[in-house]
Nanobody, 126 residues
Framework: QVELVESGGGLVQAGDSLRLSCAAS????????MGWFRQAPGKERDFVSA????????HYADSVKDRCIISRDNAKNTVYLHMNSLRPEDTAVYYC???????????????????WGQGTQVTVSA
């Protein structure tokens, strides 16, 4: 079992940057591959980025590729999502998720994740 708490969201202007954090409880953080998803109003939750347990493999949605960097600090039980050049279409609730899995795998589907945070709102004004 792992509990996830996101932070770092807020209201920013187009072109700004944000760093989202997701802190995980427990002492087995390295046992989990991590992912970020987002859900805009009236839309389904979409994959944003994922990182393997090792931290050596990452994956990005085409919509954020080249604008986002996912990273993890296993000593701090935290995964980060650095977002640059934010656009109004990035406005959404951002969710952190965790799943046990192979050490080097990344996971991009909602159903592959067992644990979810409560989300943090990111609003980008034009």
């Amino acid at each position: 079992q792992v509990e996830l708490v996101e932070s770092g969201g807020g209201l920013v202007q187009a072109g700004d940057s944000l760093r989202l954090s997701c802190a995980a409880s427990g002492h087995t953080f390295i046992s989990y591959a991590m992912g970020w998803f987002r859900q805009a109003p009236g839309k389904e939750r979409d994959f944003v980025s994922a990182i393997s347990r090792s931290g050596g493999n990452t994956h990005y949605a085409d919509s954020v590729k080249d604008r986002c960097i996912i990273s993890r600090d296993n000593a701090k039980n935290t995964v980060y999502l650095h977002m640059n050049s934010l656009r109004p279409e990035d406005t959404a609730v951002y969710y952190c998720a965790a799943t046990s899995g192979y050490y080097t795998n990344t996971y991009t589907k909602e159903y592959e994740y067992n644990f979810w945070g409560q989300g943090t709102q990111v609003t980008v004004s034009a």
